[in-house]
């Protein structure tokens, strides 16, 4: 079965830096999906990565799909606390089936 | 504003008892799927419905059920409930998995 490991698991960063979120697949990925995940809520779509070499962007975050390093990876450029929350990397597990990784925790302290 | 709407928000249960959760999916999603979140885990996939019959499922036992209905509704029933059943139950729709999923804000069950 597939499974999805997101480094790091947390993140505490000053206000107007930069971070890096990895998510890596121990299968080939087909489809990959960034959620938000503000503690105990439901999930906010960020973004869907689908071919090798995507790179999408919306406001500050981007991410970015490297298809033959089974990896993704989600930028945020100048952090703010409203960028505060948990990530999840969610691949496309087939027969429409997400799976998801353990999530990485985001702090920006102002 | 999430098109996806589940209740209740929380719920508190005793062990053994049977619990249901309702979902209220975007109007065209024909797509329903469940996950459990546990605390500090990602969520995991329960089960699939696509136009009211069963379309997948994950590593749950039986007594974790669904229905879904025509008005793009659905239920997740989970019988004689166990401690380790606690977490965030969250409802997910999708017209198609290529224009990704709209997940609820979930509920919060607690088994006592």
């Known amino acids: 079965s597939q499974e999805l490991e997101q480094s790091p698991q947390s993140l505490i960063v000053q206000e107007g830096k930069n971070l890096t979120i990895n998510c890596t697949s121990s299968?080939?990925?087909?489809?990959l999906y960034w959620y938000k995940q503000k503690y105990g809520e439901g999930l906010i779509f960020l973004m869907m990565?689908?071919?090798?070499?995507e790179e999408k962007s919306h406001e500050k975050i981007t991410a970015k799909l490297d298809e033959k390093k089974q990896q993704s990876s989600l930028h945020i450029t100048a952090s703010q606390p409203s960028h505060a929350g948990i990530y999840l990397c969610?691949?496309?597990?087939?027969?429409?089936?997400?799976?998801f990784g353990k999530g990485t925790k985001l702090t920006v302290n102002p | 504003e999430t098109g996806v709407t589940q209740s209740p928000t929380h719920l508190i249960k005793t062990r053994g008892q049977q619990v249901t959760l309702r979902c209220s999916s975007q109007?065209?999603?024909?797509?329903v799927s469940w996950y459990q979140q546990a605390l500090g885990q990602g969520p995991q996939f329960i089960f699939q419905?696509?136009?009211?019959?069963?379309?997948g499922r994950g590593n749950f036992p039986p007594r974790f059920s669904g229905l879904q209905f025509p008005n793009y509704s659905s239920e997740l029933n989970v019988n004689a409930l166990e401690l380790d059943d606690s977490a965030l139950y969250l409802c997910?729709?999708?017209?198609?998995?290529?224009?990704?999923?709209?997940f609820g804000s979930g509920t919060r069950l607690t088994v006592v």
């Open positions: 997910a729709s999708s017209a198609h998995i290529v224009y990704g999923y709209t």
């Open positions: 299968k080939t990925l087909y489809g």
């Open positions: 990565l689908q071919k090798g070499g």
């Open positions: 969610g691949a496309d597990a087939g027969s429409e089936k997400l799976v």
């Open positions: 109007s065209g999603h024909n797509t």
């Open positions: 419905y696509y136009r009211e019959e069963e379309n």
